[in-house]
């Protein structure tokens, strides 16, 4: 965990010498995907409208940051976070413009889903780790958009199905409804 940190602590004063600090880097805690919002073990509550609408579609879902908080932990409990997790990483990925960072990046990513020696390794089919086996000789921010893209599927029809049927959700929708009462 150590080194962990010491990674993420170089990475963000590279990214603050090259003038890309993230919003959060003051507390940053780990060197994560989700700009540290699981580590702060933050929440987002959504309203009762978008809570309503991820039972329409997957991507209303994905779209709202309440909506993939609430997906990835239900995500954890089936041992699967490491698809949100890879997915928001390759999102931040995209938004990335300096080579170096972009560099770096793809390395840590490739290392922590793609590698068959990571625990967190998401399940991609042979042709798609050709693709990123290419792309890595020469990394850009769409180094990983075809994994990506099949880890979106496999969470749209694997796991939001059971997700919008799951008690999980149906406690979430019952408690934006109707509050908690205050002590």
């Not at 602590?9 to 600090?21: E, I």
């Not at 239900?74 to 560099?103: G, H, I, P, Q």
Request: aromatic share 8%; proline share 5%; with cysteine.
């Amino acid at each position: 965990m150590q080194v962990h940190q010491e990674t993420a602590a170089s990475v963000l004063q590279a990214r603050h010498r090259m003038g890309n600090t993230p919003t959060n880097a003051s507390n940053a805690c780990c060197f994560c995907w989700c700009c540290c919002c699981s580590c702060r073990q933050e929440t987002l509550k959504p309203t009762l409208e978008d809570a309503r609408s991820w039972s329409i579609s997957f991507e209303k879902v994905m779209k709202s940051a309440a909506g993939r908080s609430c997906f990835r932990q239900f995500l954890r409990t089936e041992f699967s976070e490491e698809n949100m997790m890879f997915w928001l990483a390759c999102e931040d990925l995209k938004k990335e413009t300096n080579k170096t960072v972009v560099e770096e990046k793809v390395r840590q990513i490739y290392e922590d889903f793609i590698s068959i020696l990571s625990p967190k390794e998401v399940s991609l089919d042979s042709r798609v780790r050709e693709v990123i086996n290419r792309n890595m000789l020469e990394p850009t921010s769409c180094t990983f958009d075809d994994a990506q893209q099949q880890i979106y599927t496999l969470m749209q029809r694997d796991s939001y199905p059971r997700f919008i049927n799951s008690s999980e959700y149906a406690d979430l929708l019952k408690n934006v409804e109707e509050p908690p009462p205050e002590p």
